[in-house]
């Protein structure tokens, strides 16, 4: 093994394993939900005060962040959100659960199809919430939502968008390949949701 050998392996990624504690009784599957759900709910642990008009925006963020969690231990939740949801209320505040119980998703179609989700919330917020989650997931972002909820609240959709472009560049430079901010189409829902 020559000196370029050493050097190329020593650029691999790090494996990384994630332990899924299974309970008695439970499936693997219903126990990656229940992890996810809990990420979800630890990250916007942290967030201020949730205005009663932004519930939705929040319970939809909730969705897309455990869907995206899932996704990364092998569980694709979008083919059953309702279980997800489920989850996410049990184990969420009183103030949220009722949101997040009311969620319903369907399948996203026409040119508003986007690659990062294959549903929609019905609701417009909280099809925006959904993906902003979604994002902040992938990207690792704690902040997204306490400092979009400050920028909601006073209706700054722009300066939303370019926290939602800031979290994803944090990304993309480890990244370079990916595709990490929203596309037209994403922008084009968030502005008409949030409006």
Same mark, same amino acid.
């Given at each position: 093994?020559?000196?370029?050998?050493?050097?190329?392996?020593?650029?691999?990624?790090?494996?990384?394993?994630?332990?899924?504690?299974?309970?008695?009784?439970?499936?693997?599957?219903? %126990?990656?939900?229940?992890? =996810? !759900? +809990?990420? /979800?709910?630890? $990250?916007?642990?942290?967030?201020? *005060?949730? &205005?009663?008009?932004?519930?939705?925006?929040?319970?939809?963020?909730?969705?897309?962040?455990?869907?995206?969690?899932?996704?990364?231990?092998?569980?694709? %939740?979008?083919?059953?959100? =309702? !279980? +997800?949801? /489920?989850?996410? $209320?049990?184990?969420?505040?009183? *103030?949220? &659960?009722?949101?997040?119980?009311?969620?319903?998703?369907?399948?996203?179609?026409?040119?508003?199809?986007?690659?990062?989700?294959?549903?929609?919330?019905?609701?417009?917020?909280?099809? =925006?919430?959904?993906? /902003?989650?979604?994002?902040?997931?992938?990207?690792?972002?704690?902040?997204?939502?306490?400092?979009?909820?400050?920028?909601?609240?006073?209706?700054?959709?722009?300066?939303?968008?370019?926290?939602?472009?800031?979290?994803?560049?944090?990304?993309?430079?480890?990244?370079?390949?990916?595709?990490?901010?929203?596309?037209?189409?994403?922008?084009?829902?968030?502005?008409?949701?949030?409006?």
């Amino acid at each position: 093994m020559g000196w370029r050998d050493i050097n190329m392996n020593r650029r691999k990624p790090p494996v990384r394993l994630a332990v899924i504690a299974v309970e008695e009784g439970q499936d693997a599957r219903e %126990a990656v939900l229940r992890k =996810a !759900s +809990l990420i /979800a709910l630890a $990250a916007v642990a942290g967030s201020p *005060a949730i &205005a009663p008009g932004l519930r939705p925006f929040v319970a939809g963020y909730l969705a897309g962040f455990a869907r995206h969690q899932a996704l990364k231990h092998g569980v694709d %939740a979008e083919n059953g959100m =309702a !279980s +997800l949801c /489920a989850v996410l $209320a049990h184990d969420a505040p009183s *103030a949220l &659960a009722e949101e997040i119980a009311a969620l319903r998703f369907s399948p996203r179609t026409g040119s508003l199809r986007t690659s990062r989700a294959m549903l929609r919330a019905e609701e417009g917020i909280a099809d =925006a919430g959904y993906l /902003a989650g979604h994002l902040a997931s992938l990207c690792g972002s704690e902040r997204l939502l306490g400092s979009g909820l400050k920028l909601l609240a006073a209706g700054d959709i722009g300066a939303f968008l370019t926290a939602c472009d800031i979290a994803a560049d944090r990304l993309q430079t480890h990244q370079p390949t990916m595709a990490l901010r929203f596309d037209e189409d994403e922008r084009a829902i968030l502005r008409q949701a949030l409006a």
